[in-house]
């Protein structure tokens, strides 16, 4: 029995508190009324399979059964599973720590199917669970598809009934699912979540998700084996799910990061209460993070018998208890800990209780590696002395690196010990060493170049020039240097001198071409690297080659309407502070060429008035057509004056200060700007909303932007008043009266429907079939709507017992249908079971309770009888009377 669920307040209607094992209870008890069996999760290492390091997805177990080896007893199957993702193809444990939502080992909710169902009816299952078993909303969830599989796309759209705007197409890398190098495989469509835009996000083809949209579940159709580099069809479809039980636990708790659901605060506040009262202890969330999940795994890994070693399953989990042990050693825990956590973690929480029987052997194996590691430590300890001994000044970055990669000792030890010897150490150096090493970019291998060829930095000579004679220094083809570029391609080159502003400051980077003797190449988008300006693009036609002079030309009117909006933003962060508050905090702004957004803090609402005056006061200023000018200043001196500044940015020493006329905006800036304000021209807001809690967002075009805005607006309204044929004055009052009149034929049109139905009800009875000591009674209305159908059913019950009762109407070609059951047969028929059953082989959507259940489908006469689906039906019912 469940204990009473906790009730919180998210995103404007009431959820259910639901515990880590609740949603797992739910999950299965869900799918086990659904005709699914219930299988126990499998062992965390593949048995008889060697193309696997751990069990990665709840769908290992029944590979044999996706390929036809084993027989089925089983069509439909549900189960949770312990899933390990720390090595192999599917290893996580780099991101562990680091995200919201990694873990090195999770619980993997799944059904599966082996020609039981397939794409409608798994969607369906998911969709039924998510918004009617947890009641999330609708809204809140979005989509994936694998941009071929059209089939899953018509499910979404027409069955479920989803926005379009939530669902997107991706291709091969993101939607079709593979288990291994070989393997079942097939397409797949996924279901996010949203937590909200006070995180950051988007969700679009650029798979850019961010901490805002999480996957929470994957559906997988399997139809493909995938052996030897070939794609061969299975013998039979089958459905592969899997939903991340601390996920879905983030989303039922009413949080956004993993690390905050119930089973991972419990497993953190046993770590505060037990080693607290170590000297210095730093209650660092994210090492709490690291150890609490590093300790959960491992002490499972070390129970299905994998021990610590220098290989496979072995190294993985050597890796993870030392990965612990280091952010021990972060928060100040000196002494030999996890083998007293895991006994505290065993003995008080009770979900690991069923690791007693193996408690003594788990915890001397934690204490035997702690000890080995610790040995390790003291040799980098060692190096680091004899470093600490022969540097007088500072520790390099490569030394520093040593340590990390050679001795397992963190940058952070380092730094800590070189501090007591009055040392530096050169931590930019030591990261640098790191990309160099992990090789997994085009900047990465930059810096290699850097170092063989000596490669200067960019010089940007922007703000003065929008022309300029630059030389190539690097051209980058695929992650490749290359001497020489030919034919069209797309590419980044690396000048020497460039005129092109980078990407910074909420600004996008300009546009333009690179004009050569022999080329010309299109610059898309502009970064700086550690100096390093890339410029991305494409060859239009010629070859280019390193040490090439070519003439460096910024499109100036993309440059300029950049300028523009970004002065803007400047203006509006000073007109903010002088009609709301000098406390208005900026939190991030956008620039393109087309529009600009602020973000700013303001704790209070604002209404239209308020964001009138804004604007007005805005373009006021504008109008004045005030001087902007610059100059370099300190940072110190800087923050010691009024002049705005994002407090999270690193600024330099020297920073550049963007000021507009004479004591009016002053902020550090190193965007482009107009040389006065009247070039702006005019500035139209487009909304001013709240984007999360005390956050607010103005959206704004300027000039020409603002101007074709302005000019739709008119259109628009001049267009209604045509239709109207009236003036302006008069435009209200034509449409309070076209609605008033609408509603009024809308109830009589309802109530004419009503009337028809009345009349027919007299003879309505006179249809019910006596079958088995049991009243049917299906029947088909011209018009009418659910609300009507209800109220017959229900005069219906008045009359009769042991009575199933189906009323529909087909008009505008769509289908209405209701179903009711008398009181006396709840306990042999469910009204809402037998509604899912009619529409699962029509693709149709509906649901109640057991009594009354409704539903619906659209363009129901294009390709469906009636007459046979309810014949069909009836013959099903009949059998299950008998």
Same mark, same amino acid.
């Given at each position: 029995?469940?204990?009473?669920?906790?009730?919180?307040?998210?995103?404007?209607?009431?959820?259910?508190?639901?515990?880590?094992?609740?949603?797992?209870?739910?999950?299965?008890?869900?799918?086990?009324?659904? &005709?699914? !069996?219930?299988? $126990?999760?499998?062992?965390? #290492?593949?048995?008889?399979?060697?193309?696997?390091?751990?069990?990665?997805?709840?769908?290992?177990?029944?590979?044999?059964?996706?390929?036809?080896?084993?027989?089925?007893?089983?069509?439909?199957?549900?189960?949770?599973?312990?899933?390990?993702?720390?090595?192999?193809?599917? &290893?996580?444990?780099?991101?562990?720590?680091?995200?919201?939502?990694?873990?090195?080992?999770?619980?993997?909710?799944?059904?599966?199917?082996?020609?039981?169902?397939? !794409?409608?009816?798994?969607?369906?299952?998911?969709?039924?669970?998510?918004?009617?078993?947890?009641?999330?909303?609708?809204?809140?969830?979005?989509?994936? #598809?694998?941009?071929?599989?059209?089939?899953?796309?018509?499910?979404?759209?027409?069955?479920?009934?989803?926005?379009?705007?939530?669902?997107?197409?991706?291709? +091969?890398?993101? &939607?079709?699912?593979?288990?291994? &190098?070989?393997?079942?495989?097939?397409?797949?469509?996924?279901?996010?979540?949203?937590?909200?835009?006070?995180?950051?996000?988007?969700? $679009?083809?650029?798979?850019?998700?961010? $901490?805002?949209?999480?996957?929470?579940?994957?559906?997988?159709?399997?139809?493909?084996?995938?052996?030897?580099?070939?794609?061969?069809?299975?013998?039979?479809?089958?459905?592969?799910?899997?939903?991340?039980?601390?996920?879905? @636990?983030?989303?039922?708790?009413g949080v956004s990061n993993n690390y905050n659901i119930d089973i991972f605060k419990d497993l953190k506040n046993l770590i #505060?209460?037990?080693?607290?009262?170590?000297?210095?202890?730093?209650?660092?969330?994210?090492?709490?993070?690291?150890?609490?999940?590093?300790?959960?795994?491992?002490?499972?890994?070390?129970?299905?018998?994998?021990?610590?070693?220098?290989?496979?399953?072995?190294?993985?989990?050597?890796?993870?208890?030392?990965?612990?042990?280091?952010?021990?050693? !972060?928060?100040?825990?000196? $002494? @030999?800990?996890?083998?007293?956590?895991?006994?505290?973690?065993?003995?008080?929480? *009770?979900?690991?209780?069923?690791?007693?029987?193996?408690?003594?052997r788990i915890e001397k194996i934690f204490l035997e590696?702690?000890?080995?590691?610790?040995?390790?430590?003291?040799?980098?300890? +060692?190096?680091?002395?004899?470093?600490?001994?022969?540097? +007088?000044?500072?520790?390099?970055?490569?030394?520093?690196?040593?340590?990390?990669?050679?001795?397992?000792?963190?940058?952070?030890?380092? %730094? *800590?010990?070189?501090?007591?010897?009055?040392?530096? %150490?050169?931590?930019?150096?030591?990261?640098?060493?790191?990309?160099?090493?992990?090789?997994?970019?085009?900047?990465?291998?930059?810096? %290699?170049?850097?170092?063989?060829?000596?490669?200067?930095?960019?010089?940007?000579?922007?703000?003065?020039?929008?022309?300029?004679?630059?030389?190539?220094?690097?051209?980058?083809?695929?992650? +490749?240097?290359?001497?020489?570029?030919?034919?069209?391609?797309?590419?980044?080159?690396?000048?020497?001198?460039?005129?092109?502003?980078?990407e910074s400051g909420g600004q996008i980077g300009d546009k333009g071409f690179l004009i050569g003797n022999n080329f010309i190449f299109f610059v898309e988008n502009v970064k700086n690297v550690n100096g390093f300006y890339i410029h991305y693009g494409f060859l239009k036609f010629g070859y280019i080659i390193i040490g090439d002079y070519i003439k460096s030309c910024v499109d100036f009117n993309f440059r300029k309407r950049c300028s523009i909006n970004h002065s803007s933003t400047h203006i509006i962060n000073y007109v903010l502070k002088v009609i709301l508050s000098e406390n208005v905090k900026q939190l991030g702004s956008y620039i393109d060429d087309c529009k600009l957004r602020f973000d700013f803090l303001y704790n209070y609402s604002l209404n239209i008035d308020i964001v009138n005056k804004i604007e007005f006061l805005i373009n006021q200023y504008i109008l004045n057509n005030l001087f902007v000018h610059y100059d370099y200043i300190n940072f110190f001196d800087a923050k010691k004056k009024k002049i705005s500044y994002l407090e999270n940015d690193i600024y330099s020493d020297k920073v550049r200060v963007v000021y507009i006329g004479k004591n009016f905006s002053s902020e550090l800036c190193a965007g482009t700007h107009v040389k006065s304000t009247g070039d702006i021209g005019l500035l139209k807001i487009l909304s001013l909303s709240g984007v999360s809690s005390g956050v607010k967002r103005i959206e704004a075009v300027t000039a020409?932007?603002?101007?074709?805005?302005?000019?739709q607006k008119f259109y628009l309204i001049d267009s209604v008043k045509f239709l109207f044929k009236c003036d302006d004055l008069l435009l209200l009052n034509c449409v309070d009266n076209l609605i008033l009149k609408n509603l009024f034929l809308f109830k009589k049109i309802n109530k004419l429907k009503k009337d028809i139905i009345l009349n027919i009800e007299k003879n309505l009875f006179n249809n019910i079939i006596l079958y088995k000591n049991i009243n049917f009674l299906i029947f088909q209305f011209i018009t009418g709507n659910n609300i009507l159908l209800k109220k017959l059913i229900d005069n219906y019950k008045n009359f009769y017992v042991n009575g199933i009762v189906i009323l529909f109407i087909i008009e505008d070609n769509m289908l209405n249908i209701c179903f009711g059951i008398t009181d006396n047969l709840k306990f042999i028929f469910n009204a809402d079971l037998l509604i899912k059953y009619f529409f699962i082989k029509i693709r149709g959507f509906g649901g109640g309770n057991h009594l009354y259940s409704s539903g619906g489908m659209k363009k129901f006469n294009d390709f469906i009888d009636i007459n046979i689906i309810l014949n069909n039906y009836f013959e099903f019912l009949k059998r299950c009377v008998l």
């Open positions: 029995m469940f204990c009473l669920f906790l009730l919180f307040f998210f995103d404007g209607v009431f959820m259910k508190f639901l515990n880590f094992y609740e949603i797992q209870f739910l999950f299965l008890d869900y799918f086990k009324k659904n &005709n699914h !069996k219930i299988y $126990d999760g499998c062992s965390i #290492i593949p048995q008889n399979d060697n193309s696997l390091l751990f069990t990665n997805s709840g769908m290992v177990q029944f590979k044999d059964f996706f390929l036809g080896y084993k027989a089925i007893r089983h069509k439909n199957i549900t189960t949770s599973q312990s899933c390990i993702r720390a090595g192999g193809k599917h &290893n996580d444990l780099s991101n562990v720590g680091y995200t919201s939502r990694h873990h090195t080992l999770f619980e993997m909710l799944g059904n599966f199917s082996f020609g039981g169902y397939f !794409k409608n009816e798994a969607i369906f299952y998911a969709w039924f669970f998510l918004t009617h078993i947890l009641f999330i909303l609708k809204d809140k969830l979005f989509f994936t #598809i694998y941009e071929n599989d059209f089939e899953s796309e018509s499910i979404w759209f027409e069955n479920v009934k989803i926005n379009k705007k939530n669902l997107i197409k991706l291709g +091969k890398k993101d &939607n079709f699912w593979m288990m291994g &190098n070989n393997g079942p495989c097939g397409p797949c469509t996924e279901i996010f979540y949203d937590h909200g835009d006070f995180l950051n996000g988007n969700f $679009d083809i650029n798979c850019n998700f961010g $901490d805002r949209y999480i996957e929470i579940w994957n559906l997988v159709f399997m139809e493909y084996n995938f052996f030897d580099l070939k794609m061969e069809k299975l013998l039979i479809f089958c459905v592969d799910t899997g939903m991340g039980l601390e996920r879905i @636990s983030a989303v039922m708790q #505060i209460k037990n080693f607290s009262y170590h000297t210095n202890f730093i209650n660092d969330s994210f090492s709490l993070n690291v150890i609490s999940d590093h300790l959960r795994s491992a002490s499972i890994m070390i129970f299905y018998g994998i021990l610590p070693s220098n290989d496979g399953r072995s190294y993985v989990l050597r890796k993870i208890i030392r990965r612990a042990i280091i952010h021990g050693k !972060k928060i100040n825990i000196f $002494d @030999s800990f996890l083998y007293k956590l895991f006994k505290e973690m065993v003995y008080n929480l *009770e979900y690991y209780n069923y690791l007693l029987k193996d408690i003594f590696e702690e000890v080995k590691f610790d040995e390790t430590l003291n040799y980098g300890l +060692k190096k680091l002395n004899e470093i600490i001994f022969f540097e +007088k000044k500072k520790i390099c970055g490569k030394d520093a690196f040593i340590l990390y990669d050679t001795y397992g000792f963190p940058i952070d030890l380092t %730094v *800590e010990i070189s501090k007591e010897y009055n040392l530096e %150490v050169d931590v930019e150096d030591f990261y640098k060493h790191m990309l160099l090493q992990k090789n997994s970019n085009d900047f990465n291998k930059f810096y %290699v170049i850097n170092n063989v060829f000596n490669v200067k930095n960019t010089n940007f000579i922007g703000y003065n020039f929008i022309n300029y004679v630059s030389k190539i220094q690097q051209i980058i083809v695929d992650n +490749k240097f290359i001497n020489v570029l030919k034919n069209y391609c797309k590419c980044i080159l690396i000048l020497d001198n460039s005129p092109f502003y980078f020409f932007s603002s101007l074709f805005v302005i000019q």
